[in-house]
């Protein structure tokens, strides 16, 4: 089925690759990105139609007389049925109704008729790009892939934005080159059998959210288990995170209820008011097969270590390069203790959990029930009553907002409850960040708004879908540091799948004042113990987070130190190593570094080896 490289023993977790139509021209360009250790999947006439990275797990090709599909990722349909699929295939826009049928995380790509389909997923977690090389129209998984291709630097203005805190929707998903098109999550890209012309079009749209909970959470839970079962149905050993919280132990269960053995891992917080280490032992009380591992609270990674040594190839600015060491240290233990796959419980603060932001519409169509909850949210999270009405009263499109966002870059931090019930936190810079930055920033946000439509009209749902997308941008790429590292990681509450089956129900029984995580809780009855769904709330990494600031404050000294963003003109190099110096300082504790520090990480890492960005 595939044409190995001669080199062909790449390691599971990291499956990235360049898709090329049938074509001569296609064909000489594909041979330029084979490399040593590369892989080649053919077309039925033997020119390259993949070529990349992927263990032989992680794909699935089937070619019949007229079509060929591809399933890179995890993914459990049978090689027989998605043959059967193959030769029934008349036209791509039938791969919607597959790509929407399957479990798992995957990438779907097809081929018929001279052209070819590149999909990801709904979640951002798996991207598509493309670009034009020599006049061939070439897809990939990521997005530096492309851009090394042609030879490009990252475009200026687009790290000018992804200093803003946050970058908001669309601008997050734009990739680093301007030359490279990002091909939305809920879109394909189709490249035309003329080897060069492109079109996206639209695979996925959320689910109405108006199933009663009741009705959901069978749903829920067949889609978890169908999600945590892709990747445990073939034995052998896992391991997963318990920190004692319902998204964690939620997993743990189900992978217990698999063919895999189970190790499970806690890491007890410095914090001693952290609890996660007491409810992560009453949920082994109930697992009596599973391996629990009880990690030494001193020994784990602060916020912001080892900075300066990261040398991970990503294909964007990522904050995840704050907690990366906390996040890969216990791997090689496990994986010692025969894991093949880590299975994390992160996406459940994002799919079991909502935006209040629904309120605001429900008010007007649910005012008494909206009322009500709105006065528990108020004393949850202390809106003041001022606030609460003005942000309930602005009716203000998406487009508009993000307009009015470019006008305030500078202003104070948004207040809680407008960041809660509006369309989202509105983005800002701070004083390290230069006039030019400010410019650039301020010109995408407007080019942006004039053409803008928001992922729903409803701000919650639009809210939802956007803290899942900025959020698997993240994972995305630890799970490249994590397959690089030796332990290939999976978030099965990221599936398609499962924030579908959580997206469709009622918000007003998704989230309340009241009650945590009500989802979860009522799609996990009778597999996770009533005594492990009583938790009710989980645990914050802020003392990590300040020890972090202060104890590696020389490296991020050092890394302000000759600053690739100073050089651009982006941020004022003398102000972030005044703050450097003093890391209690009330203008950290007001601001955000954490956008500034992923940018800076990521031109140092493409600095090895590359040429200086070139100025706009």
């Known amino acids: 089925m595939s044409e190995l490289h001669e080199s062909a023993g790449t390691g599971p977790g990291d499956a990235h690759f360049t898709v090329f139509t049938d074509r001569a021209d296609a064909a000489a360009v594909a041979r330029s990105f084979a490399r040593p250790g590369s892989r080649t999947l053919a077309h039925a006439s033997g020119r390259p139609w993949l070529v990349g990275h992927w263990h032989d797990d992680e794909l699935l090709a089937v070619h019949t007389d007229g079509a060929c599909l591809a399933v890179v990722g995890c993914c459990p349909i049978d090689p027989d049925e998605l043959r059967r699929r193959a030769a029934r295939l008349r036209d791509l826009a039938e791969l919607d109704a597959l790509a929407r049928s399957l479990p798992g995380s995957f990438h779907l790509v097809g081929a018929l008729d001279g052209r070819v ?61 301007r030359d490279v098109t990002a091909v939305p999550p809920q879109d394909a890209v189709v490249i035309g059998a003329d080897g060069r012309t492109a079109r996206h079009t639209r695979w996925w749209t959320p689910p109405e959210p108006v199933r009663p909970l009741a009705r959901a959470a069978p749903l829920i839970r067949t889609a978890l288990e169908e999600a945590v079962g892709a990747r445990t149905r073939q034995g052998g050993v896992v391991s997963c995170d318990l920190s ?22 806690t890491w007890p917080g410095r914090d001693p008011a952290d609890t996660d280490l007491h409810w ?76 209040e932001a629904y309120y605001h519409r429900m008010l007007r169509r649910q005012p008494l029930l909206a009322l009500r909850r709105l006065r528990g949210f108020r004393a949850l999270w202390q809106w003041p009553l001022g606030g609460t009405v003005r942000t309930l009263a602005d009716s203000r499109p998406y487009g508009r907002w993000l307009a009015d966002s470019a006008r305030h870059l500078r202003a104070p931090a948004p207040s809680s409850v407008a960041s809660g019930l ?77 924030i579908e089956a959580c997206l469709a129900v009622r918000p007003a029984e998704r989230v309340s004042p009241w009650r945590y995580k009500p989802v979860l809780s009522a799609a996990m009855r009778g597999i996770v113990p009533e005594e492990c769904l009583r938790r009710s709330n989980k645990a914050t ?59 800076e990480v990521w031109l140092r890492g493409l600095a090895r080896g590359r040429t200086r960005v070139p100025q706009p």
């Open 422 to 498: 509006g369309w989202g936190m509105a983005p800002r810079l701070f004083d390290w960040m230069t006039p030019e930055a400010e410019r650039m920033a301020r010109r995408a946000l407007l080019d942006a708004a004039a053409t803008v439509s928001p992922l729903h009209p409803d701000r919650g749902l639009h809210s939802d879908l956007e803290q899942i997308r900025s959020c698997t941008r993240v994972i995305r790429q630890w799970d490249r540091m994590a397959a690089r590292a030796g332990l290939p990681m999976a978030s099965p509450f990221f599936d398609d799948r499962v």
């Open 117 to 177: 389909r590149v999909q990801g997923t709904a979640s951002g977690l798996r991207l598509v790009f493309h670009t034009e090389i020599d006049g061939v129209r070439v897809a990939a998984t990521r997005a530096d892939t492309l851009a090394t291709a042609l030879g490009l630097e990252p475009d200026v203005r687009e790290l000018a934005v992804r200093l803003l805190w946050p970058a908001p929707y669309p601008l997050f998903e734009t990739s680093m080159w």
């Open 244 to 265: 004692g919280g319902l998204d964690s132990t939620s997993v743990c269960f189900l992978a217990d209820r698999s063919p895999a053995r189970v190790v499970a891992g």
């Open 541 to 599: 990494a802020a003392m990590d987070a300040a020890n972090g600031l202060r104890e590696h404050r020389g490296d991020l000294l050092a890394l302000w130190d000759g600053s690739r963003l100073a050089e651009l003109g982006l941020v004022d190099g003398a102000k972030l190593r005044h703050l450097a110096r003093r890391p209690a300082s009330r203008g950290l504790s007001e601001a955000v570094l954490y956008s500034t520090i992923a940018a």
């Open 280 to 355: 992560a032992e009453r949920a082994i009380g109930h697992l009596p097969d599973v391996e629990h591992v009880v990690w030494d609270a001193d020994a784990s990674p602060l916020v912001y270590e080892d900075l300066l040594g990261i040398d991970d190839l990503l294909d964007e600015p990522t904050i995840g390069v704050m907690d990366r060491s906390r996040v890969l240290h216990h791997l090689p233990g496990l994986a010692a203790r025969g894991s093949r796959l880590h299975l994390t419980g992160i996406g459940g603060d994002h799919v079991a959990w909502c935006s």
